[in-house]
């Protein structure tokens, strides 16, 4: 089993720079809510998902949309 430490603290410090949950984190990195978890708790880790990972954490985050404006009924 490899050690993903260091991974985690880079996700760790991304997701609280961004000001996202972890659950959010691996949706958007990797289509996975319970990405992070698995990790802490030993889970492998293939090259490629970590290499998807990094480039999300490399890329502009994402910009929140506008919450839609309620209709005026």
Do not use: C, H, W
């Not at 289509?31 to 880790?45: H, T």
């Not at 293939?46 to 919450?67: H, I, K, S, Y």
């Amino acid at each position: 089993m490899s050690d993903n430490s260091e991974l985690l603290r880079e996700i760790e410090a991304y997701a609280t720079k961004r000001g996202i949950a972890l659950t959010t984190f691996g949706r958007m990195a990797v289509s996975d809510s319970y990405f992070v978890d698995r990790l802490r708790r030993g889970g492998s880790l293939l090259v490629r998902t970590e290499d998807r990972v990094r480039e999300f954490m490399r890329q502009p985050f994402p910009a929140r949309r506008p919450a839609p404006e309620a209709a005026n009924v």
